[in-house]
């Protein structure tokens, strides 16, 4: 394989970008691959279109054949998004042995598992770096440190427009409902923001990097989601008065052989790495049982992140090929999947509830947590705005979401707590 | 090359580490590269020492030339440190054809460019990612990106005992002196401390990480270097009462194919990601044509972070051998060293000076700035401790250092001005 031919589905920004590294940058990927890359097909809607990349004609194509089934492709580059007629095309291509380097995270939250599986039958890699943290490499800093470290925990920050909303709330003291509207003004944010805002896109790729680190096969029916529809300016201003930042984390951890994955809004300690982690940005923190702590930052998206990404993996793709290894063996799942129940999750918790202003109600509400064994790292209480009213937050030390689940029902029986505003977990201060 | 046999110089922590690594992730390791890694010899000091690890007793020796000089041994790893006799011990490893992986930056900042060459010459790979900043994969990420982006400028926090100094001074309102005994006391500072915080140790590695990005043959005499004894606790306060966080900060930059490449002490916005870099943690911002900004955070230093980078390294060397590529290639210069002058470096600067309490001094002091076409960002007047005197803190746009050289010494010959305390780079803001 001393020349490798290409086919690349997709010619949009992130497809051009490929185009553009893969030929400006050609001498030095040869050094670095021992391989020469050659584009042999591009898959496109309209071969007429005029094209911001210098392309030869007979290059296009509309029709996926001519590369899911061209003996003469080796790799397959799939940029051009959708899902279910993308993994009809992939799975004839990996049925014809083809490689394939994709940056649609859609898909391989959907069909990853079965995709690495066909793959690797098929001793075939597929390499979706790009799909996860566009500019981030982290598939790759998992995997490399995996093979002499053991992951412990993920916390990331993997979803930009949520990051960026929450950073306007915060730094201009807004409400979300105007600071979606402006990211959505300023392409941010998409019309319809369900999927960023209600937290599946950080689901997703959370399924895709614990997959990676616990090597189980984790299904997004198995994370727990919380989007940061319902965080309000109050929420922002008691988080920030404790010393805490809100955002919205991914967490994957490992404890006993078991797996909890959860995406949902988080107080991190104002000095915490990822508190500072502002606007689209995407960071990621890895606790590796040798290396400890380590910390991943860059863009979250964009297309020359995304393709410089791509060309990434494309070259990781040849150097295996190359070597007779494909990185599927350390992609696809090992162990069997364990899920942590309510009981064994621990973490602290931030806790908001509005009180009668009476003498006796704070005994009464300690009561409730000294029955369940919870204690406190920190209280506040304060006035509330409605007369004869009180707001009391508290962060409670390491507790199990079964201790805070029978404390919230417990305290929902109390009649001198009116309602339970709000609560979320507390991270970082281990 | 379905078996590669190592020798490993040297046993310490870091040495055990790896014999550690090396058996407990065999199997993985093994699937990652293709090949399976033995151990062959270990050089040590004392072969009858009782040790922390499992090692057979044929594999110990006292004699250099059963590593170097022999025929069955692939590659060697070498983390006993030292400068001279390592560096001999080595360049006959390389003639001998044989691979080397080192932790150690030291001998690489004095001899690494004559034994990158000699490895290109003899067709051998060196690799050194464990040298730099210990568990962050820098070097690694460097020129896998390079291959596919343009690097335009690296920050560095790599130096691990300035910058627990530095954030102890600023988070305990302490002075240098006592903050650098208790670092001594904790293990955190040498006994001779010159090293670490006259800024050597970080030149010498912000000297690699230029060479790698900008492919030059930069020296430590090309970079110039400032260290953090003359910080005061007035400098933080002041910096910290603008909205600045002063770290210790290595900048290596290119512009129009000229470098430039200096550690000083340098004034950063709080919220600028390398400002929450805390205690002894390292961190590498690096600025890609493509990628943008991104940032790798981690431990700099310590033996199981050490050991992981070192496996990582000889993983990467492994790999390289069987493709029949070296990274050298990469490693070794291809262009002409080019070296900014004082008039092409642009940069913020924080003034801050002793004044006479009087009308008109304000006015020849903005004078002098005014001939050099020098404005300012923002400007801060307080009342000294001294009888008639105030002291001005001032932060300029950006300037040349040339104009900051020229505004210095206008600025002593002024009668008003007592003294100059400090000046200091402000980076970050753009």
């Given at each position: 394989m001393s020349q490798v031919n290409v086919g690349l589905c997709g010619l949009g920004t992130v497809g051009t970008g490929v185009v553009k590294i893969l030929k400006d940058h050609a001498e030095e990927i040869k050094y670095k691959v021992g391989s020469e890359i050659h584009i042999k097909k591009i898959l496109v809607n309209d071969t007429q279109k005029k094209r911001d990349v210098a392309i030869?004609?007979?290059?296009?194509?509309?029709?996926?054949d001519e590369l899911v089934n061209n003996s003469e492709i080796d790799i397959i580059i799939e940029v051009m998004g959708g899902i279910e007629d993308t993994n009809v095309l992939l799975e004839q291509a990996i049925r014809n042995k083809k490689h394939i380097v994709t940056a649609n995270k859609d898909l391989m939250a959907v069909h990853g598992q079965k995709l690495l599986r066909l793959a690797k039958e098929n001793k075939c890699d597929i390499f979706y770096d790009a799909s996860v943290a566009g500019g981030i490499p982290i598939i790759r800093s998992l995997t490399e440190g995996l093979a002499s470290d053991k992951i412990q925990k993920i916390m990331g920050i993997v979803n930009g427009t949520t990051n960026y909303i929450l950073t306007k709330m915060t730094d201009?003291?807004?409400?979300?409902d105007p600071v979606l509207k402006e990211a959505q003004a300023l392409g941010f944010a998409e019309a319809d923001p369900t999927s960023d805002v209600d937290g599946l896109d950080a689901a997703r790729k959370m399924t895709l990097l614990a997959n990676l680190a616990f090597k189980m096969e984790i299904g997004l029916e198995d994370v727990e989601v919380t989007g940061i529809r319902t965080i309000s300016q109050e929420d922002i201003t008691f988080a920030t008065s404790l010393g805490y930042t809100i955002k919205l984390i991914g967490i994957a951890s490992i404890h006993n052989g078991k797996v909890e994955v959860s995406v949902e809004p988080t107080l991190l300690p104002k000095d915490h790495p990822l508190a500072l982690v502002k606007n689209e940005f995407n960071a990621v923190y890895v606790y590796g049982e040798a290396v400890g702590e380590t910390m991943f930052y860059g863009p979250g998206a964009g297309s020359l992140p995304t393709a410089t990404a791509v060309v990434s993996d494309l070259m990781e793709v040849v150097k295996n090929v190359r070597l007779g290894i494909t990185g599927n063996e350390y992609i696809t799942p090992q162990y069997e999947k364990q899920l942590k129940q309510d009981d064994e999750k621990y973490m602290q918790y931030f806790i908001r509830m509005e009180v009668d202003d009476t003498a006796g109600t704070f005994q009464k509400i300690t009561n409730v947590f000294t029955n369940e064994d919870v204690s406190f790292a920190k209280i506040l209480q304060l006035p509330s705005e409605k007369d004869q009213m009180a707001e009391i937050v508290m962060v409670t030390h390491k507790i199990s979401k079964q201790q805070l689940m029978n404390s919230r029902e417990n305290l929902k029986g109390?009649?001198?707590?009116?309602?339970?505003i709000s609560y979320y977990r507390v991270d970082g201060e281990d």
């Open positions: 030869e004609q007979e290059w296009l194509t509309t029709n996926p201009e003291d807004l409400a979300f109390l009649d001198v707590v009116n309602r339970i």
